[in-house]
């Protein structure tokens, strides 16, 4: 965890399993997004992996962060969301091959995650 706390780039790769519904169950990504909220800082960039549903990210991740942290969404702390596209086994469309996908909360968020996944 102390090594966490030195950090303020923050990628969050964790599964989205299925609900017996087949709604995606979201308990995974919350409770990452309250351990990092609770050890973001100013100018901390928060960068979620997690193939999701649109929206996820802004209305349920960002404001867990918000609450956690105390900090103030693209003032204090900005967001990025790149889902993952790696299909396992798939030997034709290869990480090296697929284009990989980014997005940020602001232009600066967005041009350090350009940076990083570059």
Known sequence: MRKLKKSNIFIVTVPTPINED???DLRP???SSELVGSIIKKGSIVIYESTVYPGVTD??????LEKKSGLIFNKEFSTGYSP?????GDKINTIEKIKKVISGSNIEALKI??????
């Open 22 to 24: 087949k709604t995606p």
């Open 29 to 31: 990504l919350i409770t």
């Open 59 to 64: 209305e349920i991740c960002t404001p867990i």
């Open 84 to 88: 993952e596209r790696v299909v396992p």
């Open 113 to 118: 995650i350009s940076f990083i996944y570059s």
